[in-house]
């Protein structure tokens, strides 16, 4: 949990990666990817719901059309959540053979809620030295957030 509370920081961080014309990877087994998926049929959602709320009361065909419409998007979406939660992965692993020693080290320490402050003094590097490797981890781990380097190495 602790690693969810650095993630402002990291955001910041990979927005300077962006800036100098550095991307990251999204893809929909990641967690980021999940989170966007997500996010979207959310909005999705939320436009219908609206639309049903703020729309004529008396057109009881739109607004039973709406319901089910957005009953059948959730039906799915929970679905591909339980698919994608259920879904064996080796990628903490794999991904793990793409660090340095050092960011190997550093991603556990990030795994186990670790500070950036609390990363450099342990390993008696600079804060700044710990932010550039926890950047180059969430670049090659093609996340976000520290969360989900957590969350990728959980079974390691």
């Known amino acids: 949990m602790r690693a969810l509370a650095r993630e402002r920081e990291d955001a910041h961080e990979m ?14 087994g ?4 999940v989170v966007e998926m997500v996010s979207h049929a959310l909005g999705s959602m939320k436009e219908k ?5 703020d729309g004529p009361s008396d057109d009881v ?3 039973d059309r709406v319901l089910r419409d957005l009953l059948e998007q959730c039906e799915r979406l929970q679905t591909d959540i339980a698919e994608l939660l259920l879904m064996p ?5 794999d991904l793990l053979i793409t660090l340095t020693p050092r ?5 556990g320490l990030i795994a186990d809620g670790l500070t950036n402050e609390q990363i450099a003094t342990r390993l008696v590097i600079s804060e700044k030295t710990t932010k550039t490797h926890v950047t180059r981890i969430l670049k090659k781990f093609g996340v976000r957030q520290r969360s989900a380097v957590a969350a990728k190495l959980r079974p390691f």
């Open 89 to 93: 992965t080796t990628e903490g692993g």
């Open 103 to 107: 960011e190997r080290e550093i991603a």
């Open 49 to 53: 719901i609206t639309s049903v709320v």
């Open 61 to 63: 065909e739109s607004t």
């Open 15 to 28: 927005a300077g990666f962006a800036d100098r014309g550095e991307r990251t990877s999204l893809t929909h």
């Open 30 to 33: 990641s967690v980021p990817g």
